[in-house]
C-alpha cells in the first residue's frame, strides 16, 4: 500500500510542480510589467492597473479559478480548455499567474522605488538610456530588496496549488485526499504533508543561496 | 571665447522661484566656485546645466552651441538629451556609486556602453574593451586609487568613494567637470584627500564648476567664485577678490558667518 500510495502521490507532485513552475515563469516577467504600469506617469493606464490589482487581490484565488476554467464555456459556447488533465492545468496556469503577477508587481514596485533617485540620476548624467539604467543599475539592486517578500509569496504558491483540486486537477493534495474518500486511510494526509514540506525546505535553501549569492554588494 | 555661456536661467518649483536671471561664463581650463547657504539654488543650477532638471527660462551654450533655450519649446528625443549631458561631468554630493559594482566597474561602465554604439565594436570589441579598460585603471591610479580597483563601494571609505566617483566622472572627458557640494557627506578627516584631487585637476586645467562650502579651498583653487542667496547671483569676480574683500553687504555677513565657524 505504501508503494501505491508514494507513487499515487509523485503523480501528484508531478502536477503541483508543473503548475508551479509554469505559474512563475509567466508571473515573474507580467509583474514587472505590472509594476511600471503602477509607476506610469501617464494616468490612465496607472488608474487601470491599480483596479486590476485591486479586484485580483480583493477576491480569492479559488473564485477567479473557478470563473477562469468554467466561464469560457459558458459564455463563449465551446469551452476553450480542453476537458483533459492537460487543459484542467493550463486554465490553472494562467488564473495562477495573473492572480501572483498582481501580488508580485507590488513587490516590484516597492524594491525599485526604494532605490535612492540617485542612482538612476548618476547613469544619467552618465549617458546612459533609460533601458540601459534598469539592465544595468536598478534591476539587480532591486532583485536584491525583493527576496525576501518575494520568497514569501513563492512558498505561498507551492501550497496554493493545492486549490487546482477545485476544478478536478490531479495535483498533490488531491492525490493524497483520494486515499481517505476511497480507503479511509488518514496517514497520506500526513505522507502529503512531508511531500510539502520537502518542496518548501528545498526553496528555502534556494532562497538562502541566492541571499547568500547577492551579499556581496549594499 | 566662453566654453561655457549661462545666460538669464530660470528655475521654479510650482510658485517657489529657486532660480532668477543666472548668467555667467566661465573660460576653458579655469575653475569656478559657487558659494552660499543652503537652498540658495546652487545645487539646482548645476542640476540644470546636468538636465536633471530643466530651466523654466534662459539659455546654456557649451563651446558655441546652444544646448538649451527655454524660448524654443523642444520636446528633445532621448538620444539628443544623451549627447548633451555628456559636454557636463556630475560628482555628487552623496556619490551615488553603482553598488553592485567594483571601482572599475563604475569607472568603466559607462564608456562600455558607449563603445558598444560604436560602428567597428563588434570586430574591434576585445581591443576596445581592453583600451576601456586601461584607461579606467590610469583613472582610479590618478586618483591614488590603484590598490583599490576592485573593491566594492561598501568596502571603501567616503573619500575612496568620493574619488571613485570623479574617476567615473572624468572617464567620458567631458568638457566641464560640476560637483556639487564633493565633501560634505564626509568625516572631516576624509575630506582633505578629496579636496586635494580636486586641486590636481586645477592644476591640470580642468575645467570645472565646484559648488562647495570650503571658503578657503573656493579661494586658494578656483579662478572665479560666486555668491549666491536666494536664487539670484548676488556676487561674482576673482575668487580671492571676492572672497577677502567681498563687495555686497550680503556676501559680507556669509562669509563672516564661516569665518565665525
Same mark, same amino acid.
Given at each position: 500500500m505504501f508503494w501505491t500510495v508514494t507513487q499515487s502521490l509523485l503523480n501528484g507532485l508531478a502536477t503541483t510542480f508543473e503548475i508551479f513552475i509554469f505559474t512563475l515563469l509567466f508571473s515573474l516577467p507580467l509583474g514587472l510589467a505590472l509594476a511600471f504600469g503602477l509607476m506610469s506617469k501617464f494616468r490612465p493606464l496607472r488608474y487601470l492597473i491599480q483596479v486590476l490589482v485591486w479586484v485580483i487581490r480583493g477576491t480569492p484565488l479559488m473564485l477567479q479559478l473557478i470563473i477562469i476554467f468554467y466561464g469560457p464555456g459558458l459564455w463563449l $459556447?465551446?469551452?476553450?480548455? $480542453?476537458?483533459n488533465e492537460t487543459g484542467r492545468i493550463t486554465a490553472t496556469v494562467v488564473a495562477f499567474a495573473i492572480n501572483y503577477a498582481c501580488y508580485f508587481s507590488v513587490i516590484f514596485r516597492g524594491g525599485i522605488e526604494g532605490i535612492p533617485v540617485g542612482q538612476r540620476e548618476a547613469g544619467q548624467v552618465l549617458g546612459m538610456t533609460r533601458s540601459q539604467i534598469f539592465f544595468r543599475i536598478t534591476l539587480l539592486q532591486m532583485v536584491k530588496r525583493v527576496v525576501p517578500p518575494m520568497s514569501n509569496e513563492i512558498i505561498t504558491l507551492v501550497k496554493d496549488t493545492s486549490l487546482a483540486r477545485i476544478i478536478a486537477a490531479y495535483e498533490l493534495t488531491f492525490a493524497g485526499y483520494s486515499f481517505m474518500k476511497s480507503?479511509?486511510?488518514?496517514w497520506p494526509l500526513f505522507y502529503t504533508g512531508v511531500f510539502y514540506l520537502i518542496f518548501v525546505g528545498i526553496l528555502t535553501l534556494l532562497f538562502n543561496y541566492i541571499e547568500r549569492k547577492l551579499g556581496y554588494f549594499r | 571665447m566662453a566654453i561655457l555661456e549661462v545666460n538669464n536661467i530660470e528655475k521654479h518649483f510650482g510658485a517657489t522661484k #529657486?532660480? /532668477?536671471n543666472v548668467s555667467f561664463s566661465l573660460e576653458e581650463g579655469k575653475a569656478l566656485a559657487i558659494i552660499g %547657504? %543652503? *537652498? %540658495? *539654488?546652487k545645487t539646482t543650477l548645476l542640476r540644470c546645466l546636468n538636465f536633471l532638471e530643466r530651466p523654466n527660462g534662459g539659455s546654456i551654450a557649451v563651446r558655441g552651441e546652444?544646448?538649451?533655450?527655454? %524660448? #524654443?519649446p523642444a520636446r528633445e528625443h532621448e538620444k539628443e538629451l544623451r549627447k548633451k549631458r555628456l559636454h557636463f561631468g556630475m560628482v555628487f554630493q552623496a556619490f551615488h556609486l553603482f553598488p553592485q559594482y567594483t571601482a572599475l566597474e563604475n569607472v568603466t561602465l559607462a564608456e562600455r556602453l558607449l563603445a558598444q554604439e560604436q560602428p567597428d565594436f563588434k570586430q574591434r570589441r576585445r581591443e576596445i574593451l581592453q583600451e576601456i579598460e586601461k584607461h579606467g585603471q590610469q583613472l582610479l591610479e590618478r586618483m591614488g586609487l590603484a590598490e583599490r580597483m576592485h573593491h566594492y563601494p561598501h568596502q571603501l571609505s567616503g573619500g575612496q568613494q568620493q574619488r571613485v566617483a570623479i574617476a567615473r566622472a572624468l572617464a567620458l572627458q567631458p568638457d566641464i567637470l560640476c560637483f556639487d557640494e564633493p565633501t560634505s557627506a564626509l568625516d572631516p578627516e576624509l575630506t582633505g584627500e578629496v579636496l586635494k584631487v580636486i586641486r590636481s585637476l586645477a592644476k591640470q586645467r580642468t575645467t570645472m564648476i565646484i559648488v562647495t562650502h570650503e571658503m578657503a579651498f573656493a579661494r586658494d583653487v578656483a579662478d572665479s567664485v560666486i555668491f549666491m542667496d536666494g536664487g539670484v547671483i548676488v556676487e561674482q569676480g576673482d575668487a580671492r577678490d571676492v572672497i /577677502?574683500?567681498?563687495? /555686497?553687504e550680503r556676501t559680507r555677513q556669509f562669509l563672516a558667518r564661516y569665518a565665525q565657524g
Open positions: $459556447s465551446h469551452n476553450i480548455w $480542453s476537458g480507503a479511509g486511510l488518514t | #529657486v532660480l /532668477e %547657504s %543652503s *537652498g %540658495s *539654488g546652444t544646448l538649451f533655450d527655454a %524660448s #524654443v /577677502e574683500h567681498p563687495r /555686497e
